[in-house]
């Protein structure tokens, strides 16, 4: 039988790489993948279960996809976070939905697929402690030039707000190896852009090399033969160790950004969140990173309204927002999840409360932004470009200093042919809040 497949990935890059290592298996047995889910007698929805607004969307997704099967849809399955945390709930209401695939049970992919044909509802949930497949395949979805790479799976931090080490297990390190392999296969496909991800990438090692090895990881992926960028996300402010800073600093490849979630500034709210950090320390870590690198580029994230976060914590926020000047900032109104702490906490905060915080200090970061956007203007930046626009004329990239998806755009402008994927150095000749424009000065690219 020559079954099409669509797969709809919501929330993290995490995510992303589960549902193309899914997409990698399809293709090895035989299934046709396709974009178009018009043109799908399979249709897997990869949920995310973290918070209220991603459940939502989940739910949403996983209704409006279900009304295909009216047309040639055959089956609906449903991975993923939200799978893992609801199976019986889904299956219950929502008919549409064939069979469940929890966040440790992707390798059987084909089998539940067998399974649905049949008739049967399938659920595979609960195996999340599980190491790491290295034999499975994966499927890029990503544009050829920029590739995600999990170094690990699963968090022991237990923050109290957080459901991910009860829907991805413990944490567990990839072998520096296998990861080294990954990106060589990678380069050897035309990437050039290599983006660490896990729950927590700073912890990477720990567990299976008895010390934080994130440090040599990098240094080994300096050498790798042509990748160009080597990013970071998601590294926890308290590994955040001077061996890690010195390589960021000294090696070449490894882009002066840190995607550095906080959460919180208040030394209060951060004990009730069971953070490892508190304000000074991060202060001195900030100050420290900044002063080892002047151009280094740093993410956050903030949750405003956490149970018990009183007028003076979020005041303290605030300020501690302004004094830090991050280059780039999301906050998040808290999100009361069952089967965390958090949830049980007194003094829970009104939603109306919550969302006149989360606003007023995007405001506040929105004026930080295009104040460091401005004092680009005139500087030469390296540009991956992405989008072409209008071929000879117009073009679409990143710096160094952005992200796929969640940071800035570099609008450029160029009179030569410019190919998606080639790294151009551009002169930033103007400034919004969040995106850059420019002109290209370089005739060869990268």
Known sequence: MNLTVYIESLGCSKNLIDAEIMLGILNKYGYKLTTTKNNAD???VNTCGFIDAAKEESINKIIELGMLKKKRLKLLLVSGCLGERYSEDLLKELPEVDAIIGT??????VETIN???KGNKIIQIGNIDQAFDESLPRFQTTPSHTAYVKISDGCDNVCTY???P???????SRKMENII?????????GVKE???IAQDTTRYGVDIYDELMLPRLLEKLNEVDGIHWIRLLYAYPEMITDDLIEVIKSKEKICKYLDMPIQHSNDSILKLMNRRTRREALTQL??????QMPDIVLRTSLIVGFPGEEDKHYQDLKAFVEEMQFDKLGVFAYSKEEGTPAALLPDQVDEDIKEVRRSEIMEIQQKISLDNNQAKVGREMEVLVEEVMVKGKEYMGRTRGDAPEIDGLVYLQSSRTIEVGEIVKVKISGALEYDLMGDVIDEFSK
């Open 42 to 44: 399979i249709i897997i």
């Open 104 to 109: 440790g049970n992707y390798h059987t992919i």
């Open 115 to 117: 399974e649905s044909m």
């Open 162 to 164: 957080c459901i991910i």
């Open 166 to 172: 009860k829907l991805r297990g413990k944490y567990r």
């Open 181 to 189: 392999k990954e990106v060589e296969d990678l380069a050897n496909k």
């Open 194 to 196: 290599i983006i660490l």
């Open 286 to 291: 900030i100050n420290k990173l900044r002063s």
